[in-house]
């Protein structure tokens, strides 16, 4: 079972609901893994506190030129659709930071002048922490494109036990690697205007994927109620509200485990977590969205 926990903006929640409900599941005779997906700012280690035993880097393919082969004909530039080849009329200029690694270039060159060399763009971190398989992604400083990372982390991810995803904030090209194809997201939200409108978008992205998801409201009693009737108006289920708790606060500043210090906040995500379990495998009954 896969679960990503993401959010439409920052600052929700989502990593101490990750962290927790990883950490429960774990105690609890279960075989979980947390990926820290959040590849331009992961977190997740300040919580789980893991042993790292393996570090790989991720390299992307960029085209490098044969002028023996080149003439020049411009197809590369024409091809690539993030402007990162310019052709001029004795040069190739490449721009790596640009380039996606999607091997067009390199299949449509008419003269076969284009040859692929892998950059590193950053890195995965694994090991064990809190009884946790820990996996994490860390993109390089200055670069710009994260998804190559993701999709990474995703494929040493296992195939057996309990994934948790902690996503990127917000509801670009990032977030959508890392919840797709996943079994269920729970979307990380709070009563405020920013949490309402940021939830809208990621609620439509969820649906345009056709994933199962739920909410959580964090710090639920501190804003309105405005969240509260979008999921009514949306049947959209409410898994979860958090309310704001000067005690959960000073573990998170901390770096804490909530969980370790509040039994009943560990029980109520078990409590989450069973409920989801129970949609996944069709025997349960609700407004659960895809």
């Known amino acids: 079972m896969i679960i990503s926990i993401a959010s439409g903006k920052g600052g929700t929640g989502k990593t101490t ?13 279960r075989t979980v893994t947390y990926i820290d997906c959040d590849v331009e700012e992961p977190n997740g280690h300040v919580f789980l506190k893991p042993d790292y035993v393996r570090k790989s880097d991720v390299c992307v393919p960029i085209p490098k030129v044969n002028y023996d082969k080149c003439n020049f004909c411009g197809k590369c530039a024409e091809t690539c659709q993030f402007n990162a080849i310019a052709v001029l ?12 690694g999607c091997g ?5 060159c008419p003269e076969e ?15 064990t922490g809190q009884g946790v398989n820990f996996i994490e992604g860390r993109l390089n400083v200055g670069e710009a494109i994260s998804p ?39 979307l990380v939200t709070e009563p405020t ?13 969820v649906r345009a994927l056709h994933l199962p998801f739920g909410v959580i409201i964090n710090r639920a009693d501190i804003g309105d109620d405005r969240v509260d009737k979008y999921c009514r108006d949306e049947q959209i289920e409410i898994l979860l509200k958090i309310p704001f708790d000067r005690s959960i606060a000073e573990s998170y500043s901390r770096g804490d485990l909530i969980s370790l210090k509040q039994d009943d906040y ?4 078990m409590d989450v977590y069973k409920n989801i379990e129970s949609r996944i495998n069709g025997n349960g009954t609700g407004n659960t969205q895809r």
């Open 89 to 100: 009329a004795d040069k190739v200029m490449i721009f790596p930071s640009l380039c996606h």
């Open 104 to 108: 067009g270039c390199y299949h449509l």
């Open 266 to 269: 560990g029980r109520r995500l």
């Open 148 to 186: 190559p990372i993701t999709r990474a982390l995703k494929q040493v991810m296992p195939i057996s036990g309990i994934s948790f995803i902690d996503a990127p904030p917000g509801t670009s090209c990032p977030v959508i690697e890392a919840v797709n194809d996943t079994d269920y997201v729970i």
């Open 17 to 29: 609901i990750a962290a927790n409900m990883a950490y429960m599941l774990a105690h609890s005779g």
């Open 193 to 205: 205007p920013f949490g309402l409108n940021d939830l809208k978008l990621a609620v439509e992205m």
């Open 113 to 127: 002048a284009i040859e692929e060399t892998d950059r590193p763009i950053g890195v995965i971190n694994s090991g």
